[in-house]
């Protein structure tokens, strides 16, 4: 519908009628009557075909329920907000480990720093751990060494915000005190990162890559922040996320991958994996809610951990799905990944869809124990990246691995996707009223302006109804995950994006090779629901068979 449309819809719903117009932002449509006419056009829209005399029936409910949107309207909402609606991924009868062990990272051999100071740029965090440990390189060093490569590339790259410098020399100088001091907090200590802009951070600005909000500040620190902090890593920058976390163009300019400069870094967690792949930065924090860690790391070619559903707390950070919305790290290897999650996961007291589950993880488990899958259906079909695909299963199966055949449910999955527009339209619903969404840069029919708009002809029980639908694929999905631990997926030749993207499910996405314009390919692993520790043993044993995360972009732009 265009948005210049005036006319006055009632959304019609059996046993539920809702009043929603595509001009009601102003006083003259909340104040129009309600006619028959107009329902008898609203339920068009719907498929439904109630008689006159029962629309007829309805008109005095409708207008008392205008009334009451009205009202609802006028109670101040920040996007901080949650609905009193909490959606819950565990299965009937599911259940999730307590015990808490020790974190068991891999042994690391000797390292020295490189001779070219530049190759510093793409040591793993594990490494730089070590150097700091070592005492061989100091965090103001190793900070202001990556501030000078971000301020260098930048330019070209934009996938910076904000830099938050003169923090970043505070944080560095005590790291380097309590290092000093023997005071080592671990792996993280000292390590310099960058977090997506969708993070708050205190004295600076948040500003959700969008044009309404490019000079806000919020007054608190993210949960994500605050543990980083006390974990003793660095936060060098803000990076920069596609406008309201969708894609990779920004109230800035479009963020890009280092490997072709001329091509977008995909999105949303457009500048965190753009600056990891360009050597800008060990690691940064993304979010997903659907395919925002795992697009980003394919096109620039970096390692990303989508973890569980209510693994990581959102307090703080931009609210677009609260039911699908997922924080987590993107690095240069999948034990980087493991590190920094190790640092972010659990409860905090304030996100109340947080579960306090363990993660065991163990870099030397027996993985021959671990029952792995594989989408054979989606992997015999025809796509770009098979071919990078099929050698990853190879390789597998070289390992010792015995691949089994599963396939996903068989669900109308794509048509769950309107969670996302539901609940969007309605943490965004301010400035879709107040029409600050024509200020952003994206106005084409697949951007959030028209979505926003849209989804507020999408019914209440329609929503409901979808939300039935998943649960009934949640069971669907603990049933298949009966028959593995950990799963093999094409990255996007599949409906596992979307389908464990509804469901929860953690995932790792991997680089696994190069297409023909010698751009990075990846490949994506599934656990169990929060069984992260199982998944990131696994998918760091395939890359530890490989080169793929060590190759690095051409900077010469």
Request: positive net charge.
């Amino acid at each position: 519908m265009p948005t210049q449309t005036k006319k006055v819809f009632t959304l019609v719903t059996s046993g539920l009628l809702i009043f929603v117009s595509g001009a009601f932002f102003g006083k003259q449509a909340q104040m129009e009557k309600i006619t028959v006419p107009m329902v008898q056009s609203a339920q068009k829209l719907l498929g439904l075909s109630f008689t006159n005399a029962q629309l007829d029936t309805a008109l005095t409910e409708l207008t008392d329920l205008r009334g009451s949107y009205t009202r609802l309207r006028e109670v101040k909402l920040e996007n901080s907000v949650a609905p009193a609606l909490q959606f819950n991924p565990l299965p009937v009868g599911f259940t999730f480990a307590k015990e808490k062990g020790k974190f068991k990272p891999s042994e690391v051999k000797k390292v020295e720093l490189p001779a070219n100071r530049e190759d510093l740029a793409y040591y793993s965090v594990r490494e730089l751990a070590e150097l700091l440990k070592t005492k061989k390189i100091t965090s103001v060093e190793l900070t202001q060494f990556y501030l000078d490569r971000l301020k260098k590339y930048n330019p070209k790259l934009q996938c910076v915000t904000s830099f938050t410098e003169e923090m970043a020399m505070q944080q560095a100088k005590q790291a380097d005190a309590e290092i000093k001091a023997g005071k080592y907090k671990g792996l993280l200590h000292g390590i310099p990162y960058g977090a997506k802009d969708l993070l708050s951070t205190k004295g600076y600005k948040t500003t959700w890559g969008s044009v309404p909000y490019k000079d806000q500040v919020i007054d608190e620190d993210a949960t994500v922040i605050v543990k980083l902090r006390e974990a003793g890593a660095v936060l060098v920058a803000k990076m920069t996320l596609g406008e309201l976390a969708m894609g990779d163009v920004w109230y800035g300019g479009k963020t890009k991958t280092p490997w072709d400069i001329k091509r977008g870094s995909s999105g949303s967690s457009a500048g965190s994996a753009s600056a990891v792949a360009a050597g800008l930065l060990p690691f940064a924090i993304g979010t997903e809610t659907l395919g925002s860690i795992v697009s980003p790391s394919s096109a620039c070619g970096t390692t990303g951990l989508r973890p569980t559903y209510g693994r990581v707390s959102r307090q703080g950070a931009m609210a677009l799905s609260w039911s699908m919305d997922k924080i987590g790290p993107i690095a240069r290897t999948v034990e980087d990944c493991a590190i920094v999650f190790n640092a972010i996961y659990g409860p905090d007291g304030k996100d109340q869809t947080v579960y306090d589950a363990s993660f065991n993880y163990d870099a030397k488990q027996d993985l021959k124990k671990l029952r792995i899958g594989y989408l054979k259906t989606d992997f015999d079909r025809d796509y770009p990246t098979k071919a990078q695909d099929q050698a990853t299963l190879e390789a597998l199966r070289k390992a010792g691995h015995e691949l089994i055949p599963i396939e996903l449910p068989k669900l109308p999955v794509n048509d769950l996707i309107l969670t996302i527009s539901v609940e969007g339209a309605a943490a965004f619903d301010e400035i879709t009223r107040n029409g600050k969404v024509d200020l952003m840069v994206n106005q084409d029919r697949n951007a959030w302006p028209n979505t926003f708009r849209s989804a507020r002809f999408i019914p209440a029980v329609e929503y409901i109804q979808a939300q039935r639908v998943r649960y009934q694929l949640i069971q669907e999905m603990h049933k298949m995950m009966q028959k593995v631990d950990v799963y093999v997926s094409p990255s996007f030749a599949s409906s596992n994006l979307v389908v464990t993207n509804l469901t929860g499910h953690p995932c790792v996405v991997v680089p696994n090779g190069f297409s023909t314009r010698n751009l990075p390919t990846t490949i994506t692993f599934i656990g169990k629901l929060f069984g992260e520790a199982d998944l990131l043993a696994f998918a760091k044993a395939y890359q530890d068979g490989t080169d793929f995360h060590k190759k690095h972009p051409s900077l010469a732009f």
